[in-house]
């Protein structure tokens, strides 16, 4: 059996920028694996060839085999993987895409660590949405209540549209088929967008755990981040989606998505976002830092890796700095 030429891991600088990819690709009962740089799927009806540097998330669903060889190829490219249940409406586990630099996670610990600055990003975020009203002096109760007069209001204006009867939002989590059509559907494009902003934020080197709005799961600013696109994106789609009937809801909805999420950028929206949100500035992509492992210093802050500080070390001046240590 002839043997696989080994490939190159991609350098940084070689990727794909997370906003210029396609935002993700759900596949089930099929088999993944890899052919020199491009993930090969096949079930009964074929194979297709995906270029893995070019995909932002792939969602695994149900009766899904993967080879080694094409996690390594997916890990690589920095290509977010995420394991999901039936009809893609689950969330059970994923793959870390490539990161670097800490810088932003720094920044993002620092922001949520602190009262005032917590507050100032979660109305930041806010803002966001409330384009024609002050909100720098509200609660987050006051917020709250007014995302929520704005959510129901949303609801209601796209069932008079579309003619799709709303009764709130139900559903089981274990269960996708035990709700209604609407709520199948927004079930469906909620899980997609969440996927998408997870590999964002994974991929810019955020912790998907530390929210400023939602907290307590590991999740948190995914669900913070994706709150900002519902209302114009997933929602829309799925009451308009449903007032179609499809055949199948769950992959019409999906494949919608993947649509309005290429032709509104919303992969480069979330990515200036996000900069916006830690760093208060929407300034365009910075070069890729490839130098990024230093060591911590209290006075510099930082000082390079990889060097030798222990010149003029001896076992005299260790014993003696080790005495004084005890006897601190």
Same mark, same amino acid.
């Not at 987050?140 to 959510?151: K, N, S, T």
């Not at 997870?198 to 999740?219: D, N, T």
């Given at each position: 059996?002839?043997? !696989?030429?080994?490939?190159?891991?991609?350098?940084?600088?070689?990727?794909? =920028?997370?906003?210029?990819?396609?935002?993700?690709?759900?596949?089930?009962?099929?088999?993944?694996?890899?052919?020199?740089?491009?993930?090969?799927?096949?079930?009964?009806?074929?194979?297709?060839?995906?270029?893995?540097?070019? &995909?932002?998330?792939?969602?695994?669903?149900?009766?899904?085999?993967?080879?080694?060889?094409?996690?390594?190829?997916?890990?690589?490219?920095?290509?977010?993987?995420?394991?999901?249940?039936?009809?893609?409406?689950?969330?059970?586990? +994923?793959?870390?895409?490539?990161? +670097?630099?800490?810088?932003?996670?720094?920044?993002?610990?620092?922001?949520?660590?602190?009262?005032?600055?917590?507050?100032? $990003?979660?109305?930041?975020?806010?803002?966001? *949405?409330?384009?024609?009203?002050? $909100?720098?002096?509200?609660?987050? =109760? =006051?917020?709250? %209540?007014?995302?929520?007069?704005?959510?129901?209001?949303?609801?209601?204006?796209?069932?008079?549209?579309?003619?799709?009867?709303?009764?709130? *939002?139900?559903?089981?989590?274990?269960?996708?088929?035990?709700?209604?059509?609407?709520?199948?559907?927004?079930?469906?494009?909620?899980?997609?967008?969440?996927?998408?902003?997870?590999?964002?934020?994974?991929?810019?080197?955020?912790?998907? %755990? &530390?929210?400023?709005?939602?907290?307590?799961?590991? *999740?948190?600013?995914?669900?913070?981040?994706?709150?900002?696109?519902?209302?114009?994106?997933?929602?829309?789609?799925?009451?308009?989606?449903?007032?179609?009937?499809?055949?199948?809801?769950?992959?019409?909805?999906?494949?919608?998505?993947?649509?309005?999420?290429?032709?509104?950028?919303?992969?480069?929206?979330?990515?200036?976002?996000?900069?916006?949100?830690?760093?208060?500035?929407?300034?365009?992509?910075?070069?890729? !830092?490839?130098?990024?492992?230093?060591?911590?210093?209290?006075?510099?802050?930082?000082?390079?890796?990889?060097?030798?500080?222990?010149?003029?070390?001896?076992?005299?001046?260790?014993?003696?700095?080790?005495?004084?240590?005890?006897?601190?």
């Amino acid at each position: 059996m002839p043997t !696989e030429q080994k490939m190159d891991k991609p350098s940084l600088q070689s990727l794909v =920028q997370v906003k210029d990819r396609m935002s993700f690709l759900y596949v089930e009962h099929c088999v993944i694996n890899r052919q020199d740089s491009a993930i090969t799927i096949t079930d009964a009806r074929g194979t297709v060839h995906v270029p893995a540097a070019a &995909l932002s998330v792939l969602m695994l669903g149900p009766g899904t085999n993967l080879t080694h060889r094409a996690m390594e190829l997916i890990g690589d490219a920095g290509t977010a993987t995420i394991w999901v249940g039936e009809h893609g409406v689950r969330y059970y586990a +994923h793959g870390r895409p490539l990161t +670097h630099s800490a810088s932003l996670l720094i920044r993002q610990a620092e922001l949520v660590s602190n009262m005032r600055s917590r507050l100032a $990003v979660a109305r930041k975020m806010y803002q966001m *949405r409330f384009l024609d009203e002050d $909100v720098s002096k509200m609660t987050m =109760q =006051q917020l709250r %209540g007014r995302e929520g007069a704005r959510v129901r209001s949303t609801y209601r204006m796209l069932s008079k549209k579309t003619g799709v009867e709303w009764n709130g *939002r139900e559903y089981d989590p274990s269960d996708y088929s035990a709700g209604d059509t609407i709520n199948k559907a927004l079930s469906a494009a909620h899980t997609c967008l969440y996927g998408i902003a997870h590999s964002v934020i994974a991929a810019l080197g955020c912790s998907p %755990g &530390l929210g400023f709005v939602h907290c307590g799961h590991e *999740r948190s600013f995914v669900y913070d981040i994706a709150d900002l696109y519902k209302a114009e994106l997933t929602i829309p789609i799925a009451f308009y989606t449903t007032a179609e009937n499809p055949e199948e809801i769950g992959s019409t909805v999906r494949r919608k998505v993947r649509d309005a999420v290429a032709n509104g950028h919303i992969l480069e929206r979330m990515v200036k976002d996000i900069r916006y949100l830690l760093l208060d500035e929407r300034a365009e992509e910075q070069e890729l !830092e490839t130098e990024i492992l230093y060591l911590w210093d209290e006075r510099k802050n930082r000082v390079p890796n990889g060097v030798s500080y222990g010149k003029g070390f001896t076992e005299e001046s260790w014993e003696v700095g080790y005495g004084t240590l005890l006897e601190s």
